[in-house]
């Protein structure tokens, strides 16, 4: 059946951090993020917020505006049973760059826009090789899926679809009344 999620990775923010951006605080922790919300803090200092299921095409744009001012967010959304996956940056308010995949056209469907990272071109090569190998052999794989998706690993750490044994993820939680 595969993922279907959406997830925000705010740079150089604590898990306890993010959470407190949607109001929440931090529950019992995981190895995986089976909640409806949850929360990884990334060795390249990201958190990510994860969402079950997939909320494309929300968030709209201007909650990523003003989430994103005076920082950088990343949003993902994926959904593998359809094949698509789409990545954006927000930073201070603004749409950085996207890339976006649906393979309910062509396999080969990639869109792009905006200032996107130094590393894109040497993904791209990458994916369609690989994409180029599997339809020589008549396959059915989407190597192409896979560049949002490397794009936003490499910058945050996290891929949604890579177990790692020491990855603890934390449910959120409405917070608790104070007395």
Same mark, same amino acid.
């Given at each position: 059946?595969?993922?279907?999620?959406?997830?925000?990775?705010?740079?150089?923010?604590?898990?306890?951090?993010?959470?407190?951006?949607?109001?929440?605080?931090?529950?019992?922790?995981?190895?995986?993020?089976?909640?409806?919300?949850?929360?990884?803090?990334?060795?390249?200092?990201?958190? &990510?917020?994860?969402?079950?299921?997939?909320?494309?095409?929300?968030?709209?744009?201007?909650?990523?505006?003003?989430?994103?001012?005076?920082?950088?967010?990343?949003?993902?959304?994926?959904?593998?049973?359809?094949?698509?996956?789409?990545?954006?940056?927000?930073?201070?308010?603004?749409?950085?760059?996207?890339?976006?995949?649906?393979?309910?056209?062509?396999?080969?469907?990639?869109?792009?826009?905006?200032?996107?990272?130094?590393?894109?071109?040497?993904?791209?090569?990458?994916?369609?090789?690989?994409?180029?190998?599997?339809? &020589?052999?008549?396959?059915?794989?989407?190597?192409?899926?896979?560049?949002?998706?490397?794009?936003?690993?490499?910058?945050?750490?996290?891929?949604?679809?890579?177990?790692?044994?020491?990855?603890?993820?934390?449910?959120? &939680?409405?917070?608790?009344?104070?007395?």
């Amino acid at each position: 059946m595969g993922f279907s999620i959406s997830w925000l990775g705010f740079r150089d923010y604590g898990a306890k951090e993010a959470a407190a951006l949607f109001g929440r605080q931090l529950g019992d922790p995981s190895e995986d993020f089976d909640a409806p919300i949850s929360v990884y803090a990334s060795e390249k200092h990201w958190a &990510i917020i994860i969402l079950q299921p997939c909320s494309f095409p929300n968030p709209p744009s201007q909650y990523l505006a003003a989430i994103s001012q005076g920082r950088e967010v990343i949003m993902a959304h994926i959904e593998e049973h359809m094949m698509f996956a789409r990545v954006e940056l927000w930073r201070n308010g603004k749409n950085i760059w996207q890339v976006w995949h649906g393979a309910d056209k062509n396999v080969r469907d990639l869109h792009t826009t905006g200032d996107l990272p130094s590393s894109f071109e040497a993904l791209k090569r990458r994916c369609f090789s690989k994409q180029d190998e599997e339809d &020589i052999k008549g396959t059915a794989v989407d190597f192409v899926f896979d560049l949002p998706l490397d794009l936003a690993a490499e910058l945050t750490g996290f891929r949604h679809d890579e177990g790692a044994p020491d990855r603890t993820f934390f449910e959120l &939680i409405e917070k608790t009344a104070q007395p």
